[in-house]
Nanobody, 129 residues
Framework: QLQLTESGPGLVKPSQTLSLTCTVF??????????WSWIRQPPGKGLEWIGN???????SYNPSLKSRTSISRDVAKNQFTLHLNSVTPEDTGVYYC?????????????????????WGQGTQVTVSS
């Protein structure tokens, strides 16, 4: 049974780097059918696609966040990690990791939906001094 679990600090200071890890159970990161994604939801707003990494370790990013974002993976640990640097309070929100079928990635980049793919339960991140 597939399970994705996000972990990381719940509080980050402005200008620091936010690092979140997603641990995958029940599948492996080398599967070609899926991309491993990060999505977030700021308070009172809709879902926003951050980026994803695929079986070949190729990462894609939301253009609006690309300059501050990197996604990496550790196949041995079956984990993938989000790094978002120079955070501001606007980066506050719930962060989700998800397994998304490859053919649905184009739609997810513009309009993420929890009905697509498999999602972790999410983790709250607050950026505050």
């Amino acid at each position: 049974q597939l399970q994705l679990t996000e972990s990381g600090p719940g509080l980050v200071k402005p200008s620091q780097t936010l690092s979140l890890t997603c641990t995958v159970f029940g599948d492996n990161l080398n599967t070609r059918s899926f991309a491993w994604s990060w999505i977030r939801q700021p308070p009172g707003k809709g879902l926003e696609w951050i980026g994803n990494i695929d079986y070949s370790a190729t990462a894609s990013y939301n253009p609006s966040l690309k300059s501050r974002t990197s996604i990496s993976r550790d196949v041995a640990k079956n984990q993938f990690t989000l790094h978002l640097n120079s955070v501001t309070p606007e980066d506050t929100g719930v962060y989700y990791c998800a397994r998304i079928p490859h053919w649905q990635i184009p739609a997810m980049t513009s309009r993420p939906a929890k009905t697509v793919g498999d999602w972790g339960q999410g983790t709250q991140v607050t950026v505050s001094s």
